[in-house]
T-cell receptor, first 113, second 110 residues
Framework: NAGVMQNPRHLVRRRGQEARLRCSPM?????VYWYRQLPEEGLKFMVY????????ESGMPKERFSAEFPKEGPSILRIQQVVRGDSAAYFC???????????FGSGTRLTVV | GIQVEQSPPDLILQEGANSTLRCNFS?????LQWFHQNPWGQLINLFY???GTKQNGRLSATTVATERYSLLYISSSQTTDSGVYFC????????????FGSGTQLTVLP
């Protein structure tokens, strides 16, 4: 079992570019969650998805951020027109069903220069 | 929202020592997990423990849901135990969000 796979591990973008972060959940897990860890802060919930559906996006910034979990392929967190304040570690987690623990990936560290 | 407080914020131990980390939460929960974030930033799931006691090697955890706290015990600490330990909780209901505490920074000295 390969666990939750995130790529890339590190991503550098210039201000104004787009960032795409990928997450493949554990085998058999149909629920995916994205969290963000800003420097010197704890992890904060962003979005909860199931296949082809966004269940809860209450933690997502209103602009520039979007997420999807298509029928085939990984979940994608997309940040358009990145700014320096987007620099953070972005973690993806998955679970097999609702009332079950989460397994986190190793994260993607985004640096905006 | 639910509040999660962890103590102590920082802990320095000599290798071989034992320690107890505490997590208090402000409301009833249906999920509580302990994570270890190692110095490389990886977030490792230690325990899924909404109630009761579990053990895994040198680590064990106890959650007393009725009193809204959880404890993580580390025995015979090793330098590889260094990092930040996070407690995270999830309230019942339709929301599916973990609320993280601010963590305990553990440093184990050789």
């Amino acid at each position: 079992n390969a666990g939750v796979m995130q790529n890339p591990r590190h991503l550098v973008r210039r201000r104004g570019q787009e960032a795409r972060l990928r997450c493949s959940p554990m085998k058999g897990h149909s629920h995916v969650y994205w969290y963000r860890q800003l420097p010197e802060e704890g992890l904060k919930f962003m979005v909860y998805l199931q296949k082809e559906n966004i269940i809860d996006e209450s933690g997502m910034p209103k602009e520039r951020f979007s997420a999807e979990f298509p029928k085939e392929g990984p979940s994608i967190l997309r940040i358009q027109q990145v700014v320096r304040g987007d620099s953070a570690a972005y973690f993806c987690a998955s679970s097999p069903k609702r009332d079950f623990g989460y397994t986190f990936g190793s994260g993607t560290r985004l640096t905006v220069v | 929202g639910i509040q999660v407080e962890q103590s102590p914020p920082d802990l320095i131990l000599q290798e071989g020592a034992n320690s107890t980390l505490r997590c208090n939460f402000s409301d009833s929960v249906n999920n509580l997990q302990w994570f270890h974030q190692n110095p490389w930033g990886q977030l490792i799931n230690l325990f899924y423990i909404p109630s009761g006691t579990k053990q895994n090697g040198r680590l064990s955890a106890t959650t007393v849901a009725t009193e809204r706290y959880s404890l993580l015990y580390i025995s015979s600490s090793q330098t590889t135990d260094s990092g930040v330990y996070f407690c995270a909780v999830e309230r019942g209901g339709s929301a599916r969000q973990l609320t993280f505490g601010s963590g305990t920074q553990l440093t184990v000295l050789p």
